[in-house]
C-alpha cells in the first residue's frame, strides 16, 4: 500500500460526517434511512437465446455484458430521477479476487481459492460526471425504445461509448491488482460499529453496484462418473439467481446476475423499502429490461438505414 493511498482513506473514512464534503455525483436522492431494513427486489428474466445476441452485440462493440448493464443502469434510472438530487452518478462494480490469490502457498498448502467458499471480492469505482448524465438526459427526453429506431440507436451508441469507458475502468483494476486495493485498508478501523454509525449520517455516495456470478456449469462434477458406473439418475442445475440484500450505508441499487450454461440470464434489482419507493424501483426495472431486449435486436451492428443516422 502507497503511503498517499493510505492517507487518502484515513481522510475518507475518518472525517466526521458534518466535516463531510458533498458532490453532485453522490446519491442524494437516496438518502441513508437506517430503518425500515427491509429488501425489495424484482427480477428480469432474459432468454437464453437473447442473452446470447446480448453477449454477441457486446464484443461487436469491444465491451462486456455486465459493463453494457451499467449504461443501461444510467439510462434507466437517470430520465426517472430529478436532476437537482442526482446530476451525476456513482457506481460500483463487484470484482471476484480469487484470480489474484496464489493456491497452495506454503503456509496454507491446502489452500484452493478456486474451490474455497469464502468472500473473495472487491470493488470497482466509476464515476458518471453531470455532463454525461445530462447529455443522456436530454437524449432520453427526445427518444423512446419504443419510437422510431433510428432515434433510439443514436442514443444507443453513446451508451455504448459508456460502457467501453466502464470495462476500462475493470480493465485498469485488474491491472493493479491487489496493489492498494481498498480491502487492505480495512484492518486500520479499530470500531466497525462506531465507523458505520458514522457512515449512516454522510451523503449515500453510490447509487448502484454490480455483480455477476458468470456462467454457471449446470452438470454436477460426478455426473460423468454416474454415467460411466450405468447410473441412470444424477441432477443438474437449469436456473440460478443471486440476490443482494439491500445495504444501509452503501449502494441505492443492488443489481446481481447469474445464469446457467444453456439457460437463461437471471437479473435481479434489489433495494431498501423506503429508501426507493416503489414505483422508482418498477419503473427502473422495466426500463432496464427493456433496453436489454432493444439491444439485443441488432447484435451485429445497425442495419444501414439506421446506421447512416447515428453517424
Given at each position: 500500500?502507497?503511503?498517499?493511498?493510505v492517507?487518502?482513506?484515513?481522510?475518507?473514512?475518518?472525517?466526521?460526517?458534518?466535516?463531510?464534503?458533498?458532490?453532485?455525483?453522490?446519491?442524494?436522492?437516496?438518502?441513508?434511512?437506517?430503518?425500515?431494513?427491509?429488501?425489495?427486489?424484482?427480477?428480469?428474466?432474459?432468454?437464453?437465446?437473447?442473452?446470447?445476441?446480448?453477449?454477441?452485440?457486446?464484443?461487436?462493440?469491444?465491451?462486456?455484458?455486465?459493463?453494457?448493464?451499467?449504461?443501461?443502469?444510467?439510462?434507466?434510472?437517470?430520465?426517472i430521477?430529478?436532476?437537482?438530487?442526482?446530476?451525476?452518478f456513482?457506481?460500483?462494480?463487484?470484482?471476484?479476487?480469487?484470480?489474484?490469490?496464489?493456491?497452495?502457498?506454503?503456509?496454507?498448502?491446502?489452500?484452493?481459492?478456486e474451490?474455497?467458499?469464502?468472500?473473495?471480492?472487491?470493488?470497482?469505482?466509476?464515476?458518471?460526471?453531470?455532463?454525461?448524465?445530462?447529455?443522456?438526459?436530454?437524449?432520453?427526453?427526445?427518444?423512446?425504445?419504443?419510437?422510431?429506431?433510428?432515434?433510439?440507436?443514436?442514443?444507443?451508441?453513446?451508451?455504448?461509448?459508456?460502457?467501453?469507458?466502464?470495462?476500462?475502468?475493470?480493465?485498469?483494476?485488474l491491472?493493479?491488482?491487489?496493489?492498494?486495493?481498498?480491502?487492505?485498508?480495512?484492518?486500520?478501523?479499530?470500531?466497525?460499529?462506531?465507523?458505520?454509525?458514522e457512515?449512516?449520517?454522510?451523503?449515500?455516495?453510490?447509487?448502484w453496484?454490480i455483480?455477476?456470478?458468470?456462467?454457471?456449469?449446470?452438470?454436477?462434477?460426478?455426473?460423468?462418473?454416474?454415467?460411466?458406473?450405468?447410473?441412470?439418475?444424477?441432477?443438474?442445475?437449469?436456473?440460478?439467481?443471486?440476490?443482494?440484500?439491500?445495504?444501509?450505508?452503501?449502494?441505492?441499487?443492488?443489481?446481481?446476475?447469474?445464469?446457467?450454461?444453456?439457460?437463461?440470464?437471471?437479473?435481479?434489482?434489489?433495494?431498501?423499502?423506503?429508501v426507493v419507493?416503489?414505483?422508482t424501483?418498477?419503473?427502473?426495472?422495466?426500463?432496464?429490461?427493456?433496453?436489454l431486449?432493444?439491444?439485443?435486436?441488432?447484435?451485429?451492428?445497425?442495419?444501414?438505414?439506421?446506421?447512416?443516422?447515428v453517424?
Amino acid at each position: 500500500m502507497e503511503t498517499h493511498q493510505v492517507q487518502k482513506f484515513l481522510q475518507e473514512v475518518r472525517t466526521p460526517a458534518a466535516s463531510y464534503p458533498k458532490t453532485p455525483t453522490q446519491a442524494h436522492w437516496a438518502p441513508i434511512k437506517p430503518a425500515p431494513f427491509i429488501t425489495r427486489f424484482k427480477t428480469i428474466t432474459i432468454p437464453h437465446d437473447v442473452m446470447a445476441a446480448l453477449v454477441k452485440a457486446c464484443r461487436h462493440h469491444m465491451t462486456t455484458l455486465t459493463s453494457l448493464l451499467h449504461a443501461f443502469t444510467l439510462v434507466s434510472l437517470a430520465p426517472i430521477l430529478e436532476p437537482s438530487t442526482a446530476a451525476g452518478f456513482e457506481c460500483l462494480t463487484a470484482m471476484d479476487l480469487r484470480r489474484f490469490l496464489p493456491p497452495n502457498p506454503p503456509s496454507h498448502p491446502w489452500f484452493d481459492p478456486e474451490h474455497a467458499m469464502s468472500n473473495y471480492v472487491t470493488i470497482v469505482d466509476h464515476v458518471l460526471g453531470e455532463d454525461l448524465v445530462a447529455r443522456i438526459r436530454s437524449e432520453t427526453s427526445l427518444s423512446s425504445i419504443d419510437c422510431r429506431v433510428s432515434r433510439s440507436g443514436v442514443l444507443m451508441e453513446h451508451l455504448w461509448s459508456v460502457a467501453r469507458d466502464i470495462r476500462r475502468d475493470i480493465e485498469q483494476k485488474l491491472e493493479t491488482g491487489l496493489k492498494n486495493d481498498m480491502i487492505g485498508y480495512w484492518c486500520l478501523i479499530d470500531d466497525w460499529r462506531a465507523q458505520l454509525r458514522e457512515e449512516a449520517r454522510k451523503p449515500r455516495r453510490t447509487s448502484w453496484v454490480i455483480t455477476n456470478v458468470g456462467l454457471i456449469d449446470g452438470r454436477p462434477t460426478q455426473a460423468d462418473d454416474a454415467q460411466e458406473r450405468g447410473l441412470r439418475h444424477t441432477w443438474s442445475c437449469t436456473r440460478a439467481q443471486l440476490i443482494m440484500c439491500a445495504n444501509v450505508v452503501s449502494s441505492a441499487f443492488g443489481i446481481a446476475t447469474a445464469s446457467v450454461k444453456g439457460g437463461d440470464l437471471i437479473i435481479t434489482c434489489t433495494w431498501q423499502d423506503c429508501v426507493v419507493d416503489a414505483h422508482t424501483g418498477e419503473a427502473f426495472v422495466a426500463d432496464l429490461e427493456s433496453w436489454l431486449n432493444f439491444a439485443a435486436r441488432y447484435p451485429g451492428g445497425w442495419p444501414a438505414s439506421v446506421r447512416s443516422q447515428v453517424d
